[in-house]
């Protein structure tokens, strides 16, 4: 409880600390903590905001302990969001403000739409935060708001936190924006679902046991959602952009045996270069993906002190991490056709002079086309807390 109750003091003392000229008292404000946005059938904008629950007692602010009833969700349509803005102040008497605002949703059919008309008004307004964080998801977006929080108090929080964590690519209102007028990159963003916590033949036991989680990561052309890549091929992103961080990779190593052991490594470190060449019309990409990671799950019979079994297990790692970058790559080229990676970007530095003169106003075209060659190396600089198979050492028991 310590940590939403620092957040909550200090969300009090940001506001309260303004100039007297312009001073707003905090009972006279609605913090806004989640925006969702959604097309509505008319074709207008559904405005969704999560407000936190404050009220006034004796001059003392004071706020619900339960997460059920710590935030309140409004909605309303407009022709554009400050349009639903307006028609939303009217409906309370107290002054929304988007200070502190920490994750902008969208959903699916406005983002296939085109999503930039919608977050416009988060670039311009002064109060919003550019580094808000932007998520998409399928259906509608205001659903996400509804669902209850599990670990923080309001669910914005809890959005934020996993958002913080880095496990897929995410992206910021000030990313997106900056990916939208980079040559040579497409935009994606993170895509978020309510998902079971707890589940049996992939459906929840509790109706309460759901909670938000990242699923995969929207692709777009400009801005407008293409598809969605799944977990293995969104973690692949987080390679071939240098961003990765708290991967877990699992291998089957094949053996004599008839069903295959299999490994589970933790990723400590990774590193991807490339090298672009152009020969007429031809265009080739090597990617080199250098990584090194922790052995801490080992189902193969292998013992890790012999070198051989170690250069085994390493092998498979390097052909596995080849294997899903260049499915990845693939994917955007021909299913997708959207430079995700950046591609482009990288043959701009590396032959600025081709790029300016024939290649960049025709990329689109190109990408598809793009000779991709990878090579992985993969080090293993730790075995755990052991050498041996356990599993070996059950066998030999018996």
Same mark, same amino acid.
């Given at each position: 409880?310590?940590?939403?109750?620092?957040?909550?003091?200090?969300?009090?003392?940001?506001?309260?600390?303004?100039?007297?000229?312009?001073?707003?008292?905090?009972?006279?404000?609605?913090?806004?903590?989640?925006?969702?946005?959604?097309?509505?059938?008319?074709?207008?904008?559904?405005?969704?905001?999560?407000?936190?629950?404050?009220?006034?007692?004796?001059?003392?602010?004071?706020?619900?302990?339960?997460?059920?009833?710590?935030?309140?969700?409004?909605?309303?349509?407009?022709?554009?969001?400050?349009?639903?803005?307006?028609?939303?102040?009217?409906?309370?008497?107290?002054?929304?403000?988007?200070?502190?605002?920490?994750?902008?949703?969208?959903?699916?059919?406005?983002?296939?739409?085109?999503?930039?008309?919608?977050?416009?008004?988060?670039?311009?307004?002064?109060?919003?935060?550019?580094n808000s964080f932007l998520l998409t998801t399928k259906? @509608?977006?205001?659903?996400? #708001? !509804?669902?209850?929080?599990?670990?923080? *108090?309001? %669910?914005?929080?809890?959005?934020?936190? &996993? $958002?913080?964590?880095?496990?897929?690519?995410?992206?910021?209102?000030?990313?997106?924006?900056?990916?939208?007028?980079?040559?040579?990159?497409?935009?994606?963003s993170s895509q978020m679902q309510v998902v079971p916590?707890?589940?049996?033949?992939?459906?929840?036991?509790?109706?309460?046991?759901?909670?938000?989680?990242?699923?995969?990561?929207?692709?777009?052309?400009?801005?407008?959602?293409?598809?969605?890549?799944?977990?293995?091929?969104? @973690?692949?992103?987080?390679? #071939? !952009?240098?961003?990765?961080?708290?991967? *877990?990779? %699992?291998?089957?190593?094949?053996?004599? &045996? $008839?069903?295959?052991?299999?490994?589970?490594?933790?990723?400590?470190?990774?590193?991807?270069?490339?090298?672009?060449?152009?020969?007429?019309?031809?265009?080739?990409?090597?990617?080199?993906?250098?990584?090194?990671?922790?052995?801490?799950?080992?189902?193969?019979?292998?013992?890790?002190?012999?070198?051989?079994?170690?250069?085994?297990?390493?092998?498979?790692?390097?052909?596995?991490?080849?294997?899903?970058?260049?499915?990845?790559?693939?994917?955007?080229?021909?299913?997708?056709?959207?430079?995700?990676?950046?591609?482009?970007?990288?043959?701009?530095?590396?032959?600025?002079?081709?790029?300016?003169?024939?290649?960049?106003?025709?990329?689109?075209?190109?990408?598809?086309?793009?000779?991709?060659?990878?090579?992985?190396?993969?080090?293993?600089?730790?075995?755990?807390?052991?050498?041996?198979?356990?599993?070996?050492?059950?066998?030999?028991?018996?």
């Open positions: 409880m310590r940590k939403p109750i620092l957040l909550l003091l200090t969300l009090v003392l940001l506001i309260l600390q303004t100039g007297c000229w312009s001073r707003i008292e905090l009972n006279d404000v609605a913090i806004v903590t989640a925006s969702a946005i959604d097309l509505a059938q008319d074709g207008k904008y559904r405005l969704s905001v999560q407000i936190l629950k404050m009220k006034m007692t004796k001059g003392i602010s004071e706020k619900g302990g339960s997460s059920d009833n710590a935030t309140l969700i409004l909605s309303a349509k407009g022709d554009t969001i400050m349009d639903a803005l307006n028609i939303l102040q009217k409906k309370i008497p107290r002054l929304i403000i988007f200070s502190h605002n920490r994750v902008v949703i969208v959903g699916e059919e406005l983002a296939r739409a085109g999503i930039t008309p919608a977050l416009d008004f988060f670039s311009r307004h002064r109060e919003a935060r550019g259906g @509608e977006a205001v659903e996400l #708001l !509804r669902v209850p929080s599990n670990f923080e *108090i309001f %669910t914005a929080e809890e959005m934020r936190e &996993e $958002e913080k964590a880095r496990m897929l690519d995410s992206a910021s209102i000030r990313d997106f924006d900056y990916s939208l007028f980079e040559k040579g990159i497409e935009p994606t916590l707890s589940d049996q033949h992939g459906k929840p036991t509790k109706e309460d046991e759901l909670g938000i989680g990242l699923v995969g990561v929207g692709i777009y052309r400009k801005d407008k959602l293409l598809g969605w890549m799944k977990r293995p091929e969104a @973690e692949c992103l987080l390679w #071939l !952009r240098n961003k990765m961080k708290n991967n *877990i990779l %699992t291998v089957a190593i094949p053996g004599k &045996e $008839e069903k295959p052991g299999r490994v589970s490594v933790q990723l400590i470190s990774a590193k991807t270069k490339y090298k672009s060449k152009i020969s007429g019309e031809k265009i080739q990409f090597d990617i080199t993906v250098k990584m090194t990671g922790e052995l801490y799950e080992n189902s193969t019979k292998l013992s890790i002190k012999e070198m051989k079994n170690l250069n085994k297990i390493q092998h498979a790692l390097e052909k596995e991490v080849e294997n899903r970058v260049n499915t990845t790559v693939k994917k955007l080229q021909k299913q997708f056709k959207s430079d995700a990676v950046g591609f482009g970007k990288i043959l701009h530095r590396q032959h600025k002079n081709d790029w300016n003169n024939k290649i960049g106003i025709r990329w689109e075209e190109e990408f598809p086309n793009i000779e991709v060659n990878t090579k992985a190396t993969f080090k293993l600089i730790g075995t755990g807390r052991g050498n041996e198979s356990i599993v070996e050492e059950e066998e030999l028991e018996k």
